[in-house]
């Protein structure tokens, strides 16, 4: 059975940092492109990152591009996505996704698992 769970999600100020993890189980994570995504209340989910199998080809979206990094260790089954110079209008929450390709994807419907989501809120 394929698992994904967050976490490292929490309360931080304007400014600050945060990382979140997301430990895959039941399948072989160098097989899969991963990628993180969030949701605001009342908003649609948005790509956030992504990272190749391998993790040698990323890709950001343009509000994170410079204070997020998307990052995997396969051999630990771990993902991770640090987050920097944190504003509020990252407050979200966060889903890691898994993707049986070579290459992540910004659209969420290629993704064929995910995780539950964990918070992150940034208070101003």
């Known amino acids: 059975q394929v698992q994904l769970v967050e976490s490292g999600g929490g309360l931080v100020q304007t400014g600050g940092s945060l990382r979140l993890s997301c430990a895959a189980s039941?399948?072989?994570?160098?097989?899969?492109?991963m990628a993180w995504f969030r949701q605001a209340p009342e908003k649609e989910r948005e790509f956030v990152a992504a990272?190749?199998?391998?993790?040698?080809?990323?890709l950001y979206a343009e509000p994170v591009k410079g204070r997020f990094t998307i990052s995997r260790d396969n051999a630990e089954n771990v993902v991770y996505l640090q987050m920097s110079s944190l504003k509020p209008e990252d407050t979200a929450v966060y889903y890691c996704?898994?993707?049986?390709?070579?290459?992540?994807?910004?659209?969420?419907?290629?993704?064929?698992?995910w995780g539950q989501g964990t918070q992150v809120t940034v208070s101003s």
């Open positions: 990272i190749s199998r391998s993790g040698g080809r990323t």
């Open positions: 039941g399948r072989t994570l160098s097989d899969y492109a």
């Open positions: 996704a898994q993707r049986k390709a070579e290459y992540g994807s910004r659209w969420y419907y290629e993704y064929d698992y």
